[in-house]
């Protein structure tokens, strides 16, 4: 059977990025005349709270309008798509998507180029590319809590703050019941599951030495 519609991971950020291929996949349903649901729009939130030269590029152009909102507006903008998920967790959030998707306007030529001036800020940061979607946690056999860990080492690489960093990787690893990034061992699933083909491992054994983890005996 047909598929009515297709559930794509689409965001500013990862458009033209060789490695998501977000835009190869929509010229791919659209091709085919599928209707598309957007799913993360914000890049797991890191496009409603950017780093602040990516918000000052926004703001400097209209700051009136969220930074988020750049974000959702432009997945909204795409032909073809049907739906836009957003994930809100305060009605404050809720009324800012209204506010601009009551009376959807399409971006314009001049907000386009001021939103791929974001992107390309952005881009030149390291950062490791997580939506924090946990495929990896569901196949991870030593139960490491790898979105958390990742969100822990963009802040360090944001704010260059480790004991920042180290708070944020207790309350969303082991906070919420997940072992650390020095319990890899180093099996691969998660990465064979991983939509944003994150090298894993890597990444993980890189926190472990940076946050200063050692591997707990038995």
Request: net charge negative.
């Amino acid at each position: 059977m047909d598929a009515e519609f297709v559930q794509l991971q689409i965001n500013y950020a990862d458009w033209d990025n060789p490695a998501i291929q977000s835009r190869g996949v929509y010229e791919v349903a659209r091709k085919y005349g599928k209707p598309i649901v957007v799913m993360e729009p914000l890049k797991g939130g890191l496009l409603a709270n950017p780093p602040e030269q990516v918000t000052n590029i926004l703001k400097d152009y209209a700051p009136e309008m969220s930074t988020a909102s750049w974000g959702i507006r432009f997945a909204a903008n795409l032909e073809g798509v049907l739906v836009v998920l957003s994930g809100m967790s305060d009605a404050s959030q809720m009324d800012d998507n209204i506010s601009y998707m009551k009376d959807f306007k399409g971006l314009a030529a001049d907000e386009e180029a001021c939103l791929m001036k974001a992107r390309d800020e952005l881009a030149r940061i390291p950062l490791i590319p997580c939506t924090t979607c946990n495929y990896c946690a569901k196949v991870c056999p030593m139960e490491i809590g790898i979105s958390g860990s990742f969100t822990a080492k963009n802040i360090y690489t944001l704010f260059n703050n480790l004991e920042r960093a180290k708070l944020q990787e207790n309350w969303l690893v082991k906070g919420q019941g997940r072992k650390q990034a020095a319990e890899c061992i180093k099996c691969g699933k998660c990465e064979q599951v991983c939509p944003q083909h994150i090298k894993i491992r890597e990444e993980l054994a890189v926190i472990a030495e940076e946050f200063g983890q050692k591997r707990q005996e038995n």
